[in-house]
Nanobody, 115 residues
Framework: QVQLVESGGGLVQAGGSLRLSCAAS????????MGWFRQAPGKERELVAA???????NYADSVKGRFTISRDNAKNTVYLQMNSLKPEDTAVYYC?????????WGQGTQVTVSS
């Protein structure tokens, strides 16, 4: 069982920045594929950014050049640095871990971007 705890969400003005963190349990964090997803009201959950165990990354087109995903295996933590935030980035952001054939989700953290 992998437990994930997100933090760092909040209210920010358009153009501002936030950094989300996701702390994971388990002794094999370096083997996890990690991802950040978001879900806005009335919309489906979507992938924002992902990072493999080897450090390869991919991003949704809507956040390329603005968001950066990174991981610190020594701290069992994955980060999402969000810059140049827009009102359309408003959503609940979820962290997900993939380990073997299993997926684990955090509880989510709210990000609200005011115009």
């Amino acid at each position: 069982q992998v437990q994930l705890v997100e933090s760092g969400g909040g209210l920010v003005q358009a153009g501002g920045s936030l950094r989300l963190s996701c702390a994971a349990s388990g002794r094999t964090f370096s083997s996890y594929g990690m991802g950040w997803f978001r879900q806005a009201p009335g919309k489906e959950r979507e992938l924002v950014a992902a990072i493999t165990s080897g450090g390869s990354t991919n991003y949704a087109d809507s956040v390329k050049g603005r968001f950066t995903i990174s991981r610190d295996n020594a701290k069992n933590t994955v980060y999402l640095q969000m810059n140049s935030l827009k009102p359309e980035d408003t959503a609940v952001y979820y962290c997900r871990a993939r380990y073997s054939a299993y997926y684990y989700w955090g509880q989510g953290t709210q990000v609200t971007v005011s115009s």
